[in-house]
């Protein structure tokens, strides 16, 4: 089977950096995603990690571990509009579709001024 | 580009009674998910699709859902009958094969079940 850990709330102010942990315990890897879905809405892919380090966006960063079977997204200089839940996933594998596509609980960030 | 569409966007319906959604893909994307989304849950994929062939069902509770994806594009999630547990929000997401790792998803549906 396939899961992945993530803290279920975490809260920062505007301005600041969070982290966003991710664990994970699958029959096969193929790399790790993140969605950000906001209150009502659907979710969007923000990144994604296919080999160990790290992948930056913007204001966004992920990175990968996969001897330690551990990643996280990074959130840098935070905004209101970064609450939101943030999701990592595991794809099924490209081009054989082997495994299941699998996102873990989520993570409730909530900023405040 | 147009992005993923589903409908309805809401639904209320009463136990028992059979309930269906529709998902029309980005065009181009071989690959068509179903997920059921639990309040304060991750999506938990039910069906997932490559072109009008199924790729994983395994989760998918096939005493009460079913879906189809005739001619590998639109596609529909049935369910009949409903019981008071289905009550989710379904999302539908679609990629290319060789991106699986960046699904793109729709509005939903928010299904609830009295």
């Known amino acids: 089977g396939q899961s992945l850990e993530q803290p279920s709330e975490v809260t920062a102010v505007e301005g600041a950096i969070v982290q966003i942990n991710c664990t994970y315990q699958?029959?096969?890897?193929?790399?790790l995603s993140w969605y950000q879905q906001h209150d009502g809405g659907a979710p969007t892919f923000l990144s994604y990690?296919?080999?160990?380090g790290l992948e930056e966006t913007g204001r966004f960063s992920s990175f990968l571990s996969r001897s330690d079977s551990y990643g996280y997204l990074l959130l840098q200089e935070l905004q209101m509009k970064d609450s939101a839940s943030y999701f990592c996933?595991?794809?099924?594998?490209?081009?054989?579709?082997?495994?299941?596509?699998?996102f873990g609980d989520g993570t409730t960030l909530t900023v405040k001024p | 580009e147009a992005g993923v569409a589903q409908s309805p966007r809401y639904k209320i319906i009463e136990k028992r009674q059979s309930v269906a959604f529709w998902c029309n893909p980005i065009s181009g994307h071989a690959t068509l998910y179903w997920y059921q989304q639990i309040l304060g849950q991750g999506p938990k994929l039910l069906i997932q699709f490559q072109n009008n062939g199924v790729v994983d069902d395994s989760q998918l509770p096939k005493d009460r859902f079913s879906a189809e994806r005739l001619k590998g594009v639109d596609s529909t999630l049935k369910i009949q009958p409903a019981k008071l547990e289905d009550s989710a929000v379904y999302l539908c997401?679609?990629?290319?094969?060789?991106?699986?790792?960046?699904?793109?998803f729709g509005p939903g549906t928010r299904l609830t079940v009295t």
């Open positions: 996933a595991v794809p099924n594998r490209i081009n054989t579709n082997a495994g299941k596509s699998t």
């Open positions: 699958t029959s096969g890897f193929y790399g």
């Open positions: 990690n296919a080999l160990d």
């Open positions: 997401a679609s990629s290319l094969v060789v991106r699986a790792y960046e699904q793109y």
